[in-house]
């Protein structure tokens, strides 16, 4: 008695597809993650860019504090202040005189940013430089001369305004 073997797959070729087939949907799940995570990350990065202009601003009026006598101090260090507009992000700022405007009378100051967040349990820090000049704008002047103080209004415990 002959028999004769009909067309199809054997148990052991299945099992060998099978594992290819893993093997390779594993592959793919693990791009796809490590993308969504780079996507994650540019996003961050993207947002902390994005709030740069909100910093500079915030450190236009924070950077350089006005003396008693009225005329310009020299600028304080920001550590971790949360950046008007978002609440994910926090910075830290420094400055140095510039080498051709050293001394007392320093004008123009190298601004050193940090801005960071925390994704995944870790932090991340984005560095950016800029440089500003030792004044400190008409606006915080006379919120100064007519408050009495640096920084707006206290709101009272209700969260309404005067």
Do not use: C
Not at 29 to 53: P, T
Not at 66 to 84: C, F, K, Q, R
Not at 100 to 124: C, F, K, M, Q, T
């Amino acid at each position: 008695m002959k028999t004769t073997r009909k067309g199809g797959f054997t148990i052991l070729e299945v099992v060998f597809a099978m594992g290819i087939l893993l093997i390779g949907m594993s592959v793919v799940l693990g791009l796809l993650s490590f993308g969504a995570g780079l996507g994650s990350n540019a996003m961050r990065r993207a947002e902390a860019a994005g709030s740069l202009e909100f910093i500079v601003a915030d450190l236009e009026e924070r950077l350089f504090p006005i003396l008693e006598d009225g005329s310009v101090g020299p600028p304080i260090t920001i550590e971790n202040a949360p950046v008007p507009g978002s609440d994910r992000l926090v910075y830290s700022a420094s400055a140095v005189p510039e080498p051709n405007h050293e001394g007392p009378a320093a004008i123009l100051y190298r601004v050193d940013i940090d801005v960071a967040w925390s994704r995944g349990g870790s932090e991340r820090v984005l560095s950016f430089a800029t440089l500003m000049p030792r004044q400190v704008p008409f606006g915080e002047r006379l919120r100064q001369a007519l408050l009495g103080s640096s920084g707006p209004p206290a709101v009272p415990q209700g969260g309404q305004g005067p």
